[in-house]
């Protein structure tokens, strides 16, 4: 009987000091064993604290650059798109330019007066060979500007001559002295105008 008696107070002793640990515990105190770190162990978590900080910021760094090198790529990619697309739409601008001269010559060709048979089959001709011309480079997007009766615009017309008339209001054009051509909407060449004043 004693002994079962000694095993019941053994048994209560373990249990009161099972429940003063976990007292301890719950307060939130520190383990003896944690109290008395070592200063070698505190430099050790010190260290790899500044290595993670330091791993951090270079990560940080890392995405930033690969954030804005891939936006200069969008952006190339873009701007190279932008550029095709150009020099598709005015592919023709530099032919349409030298062409646009030929197309001045022709006109006068024509209007002179034909005396002749022989001479009204040709001016026949070149109208044919005028119209042809004019036809290819309206499927390219090349337009004469229209001027006369028109208001000036400084961007599609080169005023040479100013005058005043009452038959037409102010800042109307007058006469065209040239005319002027827009490969789709960019201006080849401005029209050489007269403006009423």
Same mark, same amino acid.
């Given at each position: 009987? /004693?002994?079962? +008696?000694?095993?019941?107070? /053994?048994?209560?002793?373990?249990?009161?000091?099972?429940?003063?640990?976990?007292?301890?515990?719950?307060?939130?105190?520190?383990?003896?064993?944690?109290?008395?770190?070592?200063?070698?162990?505190?430099?050790?978590?010190?260290?790899? =604290?500044?290595?993670?900080?330091?791993?951090?910021? #270079?990560?940080?760094?890392?995405?930033?650059?690969?954030?804005?090198?891939?936006?200069?790529?969008?952006?190339?990619?873009?701007? &190279? +798109?932008?550029?095709?697309?150009?020099? =598709?739409?005015?592919?023709? $601008?530099?032919?349409?330019?030298?062409?646009?001269?030929?197309?001045?010559?022709?006109?006068?060709? /024509?209007?002179?007066?034909?005396?002749?048979?022989? /001479?009204?089959?040709?001016?026949?001709?070149?109208?044919?060979?005028? #119209?042809?011309?004019?036809?290819?480079?309206?499927?390219?997007?090349?337009?004469?500007?229209?001027?006369?009766?028109?208001?000036?615009?400084?961007?599609?017309? =080169?005023?040479?001559? =100013?005058?005043?008339?009452?038959?037409?209001?102010?800042?109307?054009?007058?006469?065209?002295? $040239?005319?002027?051509?827009?490969?789709?909407?960019?201006?080849?060449?401005? &029209?050489?105008?007269?403006?009423?004043?």
């Amino acid at each position: 009987m /004693t002994e079962n +008696k000694n095993e019941e107070q /053994t048994l209560e002793n373990e249990t009161i000091e099972e429940s003063a640990a976990e007292a301890v515990f719950a307060e939130g105190e520190i383990p003896a064993a944690e109290e008395n770190d070592s200063p070698v162990e505190k430099d050790e978590l010190q260290l790899a =604290q500044e290595k993670i900080a330091e791993l951090e910021a #270079k990560i940080e760094e890392m995405d930033n650059r690969y954030l804005r090198l891939q936006a200069d790529f969008d952006n190339s990619r873009r701007r &190279a +798109k932008l550029d095709m697309e150009a020099a =598709q739409k005015y592919r023709v $601008q530099s032919i349409a330019s030298d062409l646009v001269e030929a197309l001045d010559n022709f006109e006068r060709a /024509t209007k002179i007066e034909a005396e002749n048979e022989q /001479t009204k089959s040709l001016l026949s001709g070149m109208e044919m060979v005028y #119209k042809a011309i004019t036809g290819a480079l309206a499927k390219e997007g090349i337009e004469p500007i229209s001027s006369v009766g028109e208001e000036f615009d400084p961007r599609l017309h =080169q005023a040479v001559m =100013q005058v005043q008339d009452e038959n037409f209001g102010s800042n109307i054009v007058v006469e065209e002295f $040239q005319k002027g051509y827009l490969l789709k909407d960019r201006v080849i060449r401005p &029209a050489m105008v007269k403006v009423n004043e």
